[in-house]
């Protein structure tokens, strides 16, 4: 048996079209999310982070959340995607934890779950993170052994979902039993060929016999 999560930042436009793949492969994931970024009740479509310098992310507006990421887990991102260590370590937690009570006073759950915003993190952040009540925080670097790790605040992934050694990496991870992936929607922009690759993989993982799909927070229960 190989345990399969996957997590997706940033509350983006093209999760609207990623939600429904996973639905129809019945694949658990974890959306990371920063709300004081994203309107009320309007989409943002123009001003927001361009992919490659082209491909506008746009964000989802706050009151159609519940809706679009019903089934998903929701986990703090911070309030404003501040990164730790560039910003005094009070205003970083305060703002790691906002997101946090307002994911769950929206959403109704608790979400434990984090990710540093960029992947970066310091042993103090990491230290008031734990003391704050959170499960985990998901880096951006990589590991041939997700679980266990040396710290929970430092869960590193497998890969990243457009790796080229994808597959390769996915096998290896059977050995382990844990195989763990994230990215962004907005990096398969409108690109036909990259949707349809995405959506292989979720077919595939769905299909494999081995696999059980599982939210990040189960890795570290």
């Not at 694949?27 to 004081?36: G, I, Q, V, Y």
């Not at 491909?55 to 309030?79: C, I, N, P, R, W």
């Not at 052994?145 to 992934?157: F, G, K, N, Q, R």
């Amino acid at each position: 048996m190989v345990k399969v999560a996957q997590c997706w930042d940033d509350g983006v436009l093209n999760d609207l079209r990623l939600v429904e793949l996973l639905r129809k492969y019945n694949a658990k994931a974890t959306f990371n999310l920063n709300p004081a970024l994203h309107e009320k009740s309007r989409r943002k479509v123009d001003g927001t982070y361009k992919f490659k310098g082209i491909y506008d992310a746009g964000k989802l507006s706050l009151d159609e959340l519940t809706d679009v990421y019903e089934g998903f887990q929701v986990a703090s991102h911070t309030m404003h995607h501040k990164n730790a260590g560039q910003v005094p370590d009070d205003e970083f937690m305060a703002d790691a934890i906002d997101a946090r009570s307002y994911l769950e006073d929206r959403f109704q759950r608790e979400c434990r779950g984090f990710a540093w915003p960029c992947g970066r993190y310091t042993p103090e952040t990491m230290k008031r993170m734990h003391e704050a009540g959170f499960a985990y925080g998901r880096t951006t670097q990589n590991t041939d052994a997700v679980i266990p790790c040396e710290d929970t605040m430092a869960l590193h992934s497998s890969c990243h979902f457009l790796n080229p050694d994808f597959w390769t990496i996915f096998e290896k991870a059977k050995e382990t039993g844990v195989f763990y992936f994230w990215g962004h929607s907005y990096e398969m922009m409108d690109e036909k060929k990259l949707w349809q690759e995405t959506e292989e993989k979720l077919k595939r993982l769905d299909a494999d016999p081995d696999v059980v799909w599982v939210d990040v927070i189960d890795l570290v229960k």
